[in-house]
């Protein structure tokens, strides 16, 4: 009775192995859902591969890798501040590696967290957090335990945006440099020609990068006749014409969306049929469930735990107790249950 995620065990874990293979330094990254599989899955996962050090993206997410069984180095992702209680709590752990992106909180954890490891956030194109290039110079990291310069560029290759802003910081202060969204050339480049230890965080083409070994399924809870004029659901709506109500797996909790209906002029672009055309005249929106090769309206807006579709016609196509496709975004979607194949 629930939203499954299926997981070709072998080529899932071929894909996240290769990955380390090309990316020497390679630090995965567990954060938010857990890419849809959770942050346990993937601490197990990395902890499976030996790897050295883990990315989460808050203080908060720690305890959760951590109940997991994950026992090495964890970085922090969100630089620290001195309002965070959570991550102040943890910043003089010698297994925790703090991110700090001004240079009033380095001063601040130099003088009151003297031993703290951290890595210093560089300023990039992102414009997201970091210290400026023209404030390389005043980056001092007295006695705390300096683990490098970090940048978290665009999501296309920023080799020669990489490349300055290292070969600044490291001639300032020489440390390993973590990046996130290099291609494997330009990554291979920039450690060749940076010589020192480089580090890649990777998170979204490590984890969901071998589309083809996963896939997301609800199960079909209930399907019931109804006719034109029928009312059903919450807000007690009217069938628009005869077909069936599918009660699938898979609601509001676990991430399934309502999307706003597409415009008129927007279906006539797309060339989509009058019939969708219609359905969404009356209010229903197209699903992330697929029936009989096609994606469903939802007959009404997602509930908690389950939602109800609309199939038109003389046939369901589905029963009781049948699993069917679902497009899901792994970073907004939790599934209830994992089924390694
Ligand atoms: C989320 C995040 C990553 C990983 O990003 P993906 O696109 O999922 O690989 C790397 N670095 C930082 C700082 C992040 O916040």
Redesign the pocket.
């Known amino acids: 009775m629930t939203l499954k995620l299926n997981i070709d065990t072998r080529s899932w874990r071929n894909h996240i192995k290769e990955l380390h293979e090309e990316f020497p330094g390679l630090v995965p990254?567990a954060?938010?859902n857990g890419?849809g599989f959770g942050l346990d899955v993937l601490a197990r996962e990395a902890a499976r591969l030996k790897d050295d050090c883990l990315?989460v993206?808050t203080a908060h997410e720690v305890a959760k890798v951590r109940d997991a069984g994950w026992s090495r180095d964890v970085i922090v992702?969100?630089p620290w501040r001195p309002f965070d209680e959570t991550a102040t709590v943890l910043i003089d752990d010698p297994q925790i590696i703090t991110?700090v992106s001004r240079l009033e909180d380095l001063d601040e954890l130099r003088k009151k967290h003297p031993r703290a490891r951290v890595v210093a956030?560089l300023m990039t194109s992102m414009r997201?957090h970091g210290i400026t290039p023209e404030e390389i110079e005043s980056v001092d990291a007295g006695s705390l335990g300096f683990e490098g310069w970090?940048m978290?560029l665009p999501?296309k290759g920023q080799l020669a945006e990489a490349k300055q802003l290292a070969s600044a910081a490291i001639a300032h202060h020489r440390g390993a440099v973590?990046v996130?969204?290099l291609d494997i050339g330009d990554y291979r480049r920039l450690r060749t020609q940076l010589g020192v230890q480089t580090r890649m965080?990777?998170?979204?083409?490590?984890?969901?990068g071998a589309p083809q070994a996963l896939s997301t399924t609800a199960t079909v809870l209930d399907v019931h006749r109804i006719t034109r004029g029928t009312r059903y659901g919450y807000h007690q709506a009217s069938a628009p014409r005869d077909g069936w109500l599918v009660v699938v797996s898979g609601g509001t909790s676990h991430g399934i969306a309502l999307s706003a209906p597409p415009s008129a002029r927007s279906l006539r672009q797309r060339g989509v049929s009058l019939a969708q055309g219609v359905l969404d005249a009356v209010g229903f929106s197209r699903s992330p469930f697929s029936i009989g090769g096609r994606k469903r309206p939802f007959a009404e807006p997602p509930h908690m735990h389950a939602s109800m579709l609309f199939v038109g016609g003389s046939e369901p196509g589905v029963k009781v107790g049948d699993e069917i496709p679902v497009t899901a975004r792994q970073?907004t979607t939790t599934c209830d249950e994992i089924t390694w194949n």
């Open positions: 990254v954060k938010g890419y990315a993206g992702l969100n991110v956030e997201r970090t978290h999501l973590w996130s969204h965080r990777m998170g979204t083409r490590l984890w969901l970073t």
